[in-house]
């Protein structure tokens, strides 16, 4: 009994001595799967253990997100889909997120409110204007992958065309609304807008291989904003004015 109690209270040191190892294991540990990004992420230092901690100065392809900082879950490690709370403080994207990563590079983000500031991620104006204003975005539940769009279900508001509102005289506030839904394997996005400019329609659509679709309905209020859109590309069609885009996402603000 003496033989099997000292065994036993072996097997227990060794077991905390392991926990207490993997508890403070550093943050710093995650460092190698940032760098297999390929160069699209950096970050000015890493702190606190793989279980707390906090990506310092962090960037996405040159859009600042600030400090980043996370809380993994122990138990979805069981499960082979890492879980952690993200928060994100100080950069163009602001807000918490429950993250977790599966098989097939799967990402599935649930309970999450941002906010985005337009003006420091975007790279092109709209209609002769600067990007002004944010996008918030609240997030229930969505997934995607390699294979595309899992399952989607957000809202979004944006005041982004407030600005183009106030440059024609049209009202101080031109608010879009809309929310995510998967097409197949496209994520999808639908937003409408109304104020004293007159109101809008937006459609946006996004593939696996990052192929994207837009389209847009203008009914404006006023000459200088109907030629100002017919001055960037819409079209006339029976009283309202539409618009059609195609193209490839090439990173963050495109």
């Not at 294979?147 to 009202?171: E, F, H, N, P």
């Amino acid at each position: 009994m003496t033989g099997l109690r000292r065994f036993s209270l072996g097997v227990i040191g060794a077991a905390v001595f392991v926990a207490t190892l993997i508890a403070s294991a550093p943050a710093s540990l995650i460092a190698p799967a940032l760098a297999s990004s390929g160069g699209r992420v950096h970050y000015a230092g890493i702190e606190g253990t793989i279980w707390r901690g906090r990506i310092l100065g962090a960037q996405v392809e040159h859009v600042s997100l600030g400090d980043v900082a996370f809380r993994l879950s122990p138990l979805s490690l069981v499960t082979l889909s890492p879980r952690a709370t993200v928060d994100l403080a100080g950069g163009a994207v602001v807000g918490d997120a429950d993250v977790a990563v599966g098989f097939g590079r799967r990402v599935h983000v649930r309970d999450a409110k941002l906010a985005f500031d337009l003006a420091r991620l975007a790279r092109r104006g709209i209609l002769g204007e600067a990007v002004t204003g944010r996008a918030d975005l609240t997030v229930r539940d969505l997934m995607f992958g390699a294979d595309g769009c899992v399952r989607a279900d957000a809202d979004i508001w944006t005041d982004v065309l407030s600005a183009q509102a106030r440059r024609y005289g049209q009202g101080d506030e031109f608010p879009m609304v809309g929310a995510a839904a998967c097409d197949g394997a496209r994520l999808a996005l639908s937003m409408n807008g109304e104020g004293d400019a007159g109101a809008a329609a937006l459609e946006i659509s996004v593939a696996p291989d990052y192929t994207y679709e837009i389209s847009a309905t203008a009914q404006p209020v006023g000459d200088d904003i109907v030629a100002a859109l017919l001055y960037f590309g819409f079209e006339n069609d029976n009283g309202a004015l539409i618009y059609g885009s195609t193209g490839v996402l090439s990173g963050a603000g495109s």
